[in-house]
């Protein structure tokens, strides 16, 4: 079983939907959670992250975390054509004196495609 | 143009043969990384880098083979290309001290092995 589970898609919605991402993960010393941005041919670029648990928002994403869980989400609201990418999760378990060489663990990506 | 830099961007290459791929950055961010991203796997770590010199392996490491003599490169070498090496590989680079360990990454570089 992956560390990281998500959903791969791919997902199609009309402009102005509400899209929700989400992931899940089995390593309860993941800490900081983060969502990538990745455009066709193109490399990831980081959108948001959250530490802990609780809800970040910013524009029209909003990142979820729930430790309890072990289950993340972004939510796009009003969604637009801009907004088609895949969208992969990521997660890290390093912190302040960690050892962890900054490594990241990715979801498989969900490929999300906002039609007009 | 400041950045991370990934050449080349497209290679065809057959069986066996040895393949380098570079990157480049230009912040000079101790932590360097390679990924190779193929469909239904996501991102998937092959190595490593803390520092000059210092490397390790990551999740799929096999057939692989890295170096960091300069903070600022870190190539990846195919030592003999197998068809399931064909993939789209990314390099990324990050600072310690960013809490959120926000990796920055390279444009990619499109590998076929036929």
């Known amino acids: 079983q992956k560390e990281v589970e998500q959903d791969p898609g791919p997902l199609s919605v009309p402009e102005g939907a509400i899209v929700s991402l989400n992931c899940t993960y089995s390593n309860s010393a993941f800490q900081y959670f983060m969502w990538y941005r990745q455009y066709s041919r193109k490399g990831p670029e980081l959108l948001m992250y959250t530490y802990s648990s609780g809800n970040k928002e910013d524009g029209r994403f909003t990142a979820q975390v729930d430790k309890s869980s072990k289950y993340i989400s972004l939510f796009i609201r009003d969604s637009q054509p801009s907004d088609s990418a895949t969208y992969l999760c990521a997660m890290s378990a390093w912190g302040a004196g960690g050892t962890s060489y900054g490594k990241l663990t990715f979801g498989q990506g969900t490929i999300l495609t906002v039609h007009p | 143009d400041a950045g991370i830099t990934q050449s080349p961007r497209y290679k065809i290459t057959e069986t066996g043969r040895q393949v380098t791929l570079m990157c480049h950055q230009t912040?000079?961010?101790?932590?360097m990384f390679w990924y190779r991203q193929d469909l239904g796997h996501g991102l998937r770590l092959i190595y490593y880098s803390a520092a000059a010199d210092i490397t390790d392996k990551g999740e799929v490491p096999d057939g692989y083979v890295v170096s960091r003599s300069k903070t600022e490169n870190f190539p990846l070498t195919l030592e003999s290309a197998t068809r399931s090496q064909t993939s789209v590989y990314f390099c990324a680079s990050s600072e310690p001290g960013r809490f959120y360990n926000e990796q920055f990454f390279g444009p990619g570089t499109r590998l076929t092995v036929l």
């Open positions: 912040w000079s961010h101790s932590y």
